[in-house]
């Protein structure tokens, strides 16, 4: 589903990502951790072309997203990416914002795209809310927003970068269960998250990162049992306690 094939990125002399590979399957949750500045989230932007890099391969779902000529608009259009700080359109209605890339990109009528977005803002817990916007709506209930229009293109593959950085405490949850939903109903995602009790029940892999690079990729329960490396052990001893 999603391949890494020793992926590396500069931003001008600085070495951000170095010879970072990995295999996502089909239905697999994986984590990305580690500390600040370590290059999680310009990892999971190069998924979908967002970060390009200079070296390396990235395919996704069969397209070589590196490649000279790669359809970045039609990868994306199946690659959900859902951000740290909701990126919603704030003059259109909850609604209008599920609905503007299902008609302007697939082609649906104005009706098969309402009728899509009612049905995930029922999904997602917020099928009162369709005529509000975004400014009347929670940190929360907007993130949740968020996650219902990239399903309404109806992704192979979601991306998630530290999707509840941005929300008070009390609303993390409403989100998480959200995305735990998801993988419980078998999508592919990759999450950038420094959320460890969601990594511990959902995700079926970890990959840990430190300067630039992948570190560990363990099974959960072999990387909050036994991490391999010591600066993995350091992290988790600072995260978790």
């Given at each position: ?16 990502l ?56 039609r ?8 951000f740290?700080?909701f ?119 970890i ?27 350091e ?7």
């Amino acid at each position: 589903m999603i391949h890494l094939h020793n992926v590396s990125k500069w931003f001008g002399e600085h070495r951000v990502l170095s010879g970072c590979s990995a295999t996502i399957g089909r239905g697999e949750v994986v984590v990305i951790c580690g500390p600040s500045g370590s290059g999680k989230s310009t990892l999971i932007k190069s998924v979908n072309g967002l970060e390009p890099v200079q070296d390396g391969r990235i395919v996704v779902d069969g397209v070589d997203v590196t490649a000279a000529r790669a359809n970045l608009a039609r990868l994306r259009a199946k690659v959900g990416m859902v951000f740290q700080h909701f990126e919603l359109f704030p003059h259109l209605s909850v609604q209008r914002n599920l609905m503007l890339a299902q008609m302007t990109v697939l082609g649906r009528s104005r009706d098969e795209a309402a009728d899509k977005a009612r049905s995930l803002l029922r999904r997602v817990g917020l099928r009162d809310y369709e005529d509000k916007y975004p400014t009347q709506l929670s940190g929360g209930q907007q993130q949740r927003v968020a996650i219902a229009r990239a399903l309404s293109m109806d992704p192979v593959a979601m991306l998630f970068d530290e999707p509840t950085s941005a929300l008070d405490p009390e609303m993390v949850n409403e989100v998480l269960d959200v995305m735990s939903a998801l993988a419980q109903d078998g999508m592919t995602m990759l999450c950038v998250t420094h959320e460890m009790g969601f990594a511990r029940r959902v995700a079926d892999r970890i990959l840990f990162m430190d300067r630039g690079a992948i570190v560990e990729d363990d099974s959960k329960e072999q990387f909050f049992a036994r991490p391999r490396s010591e600066r993995a052990r350091e992290f988790l001893s600072r995260i978790l306690h």
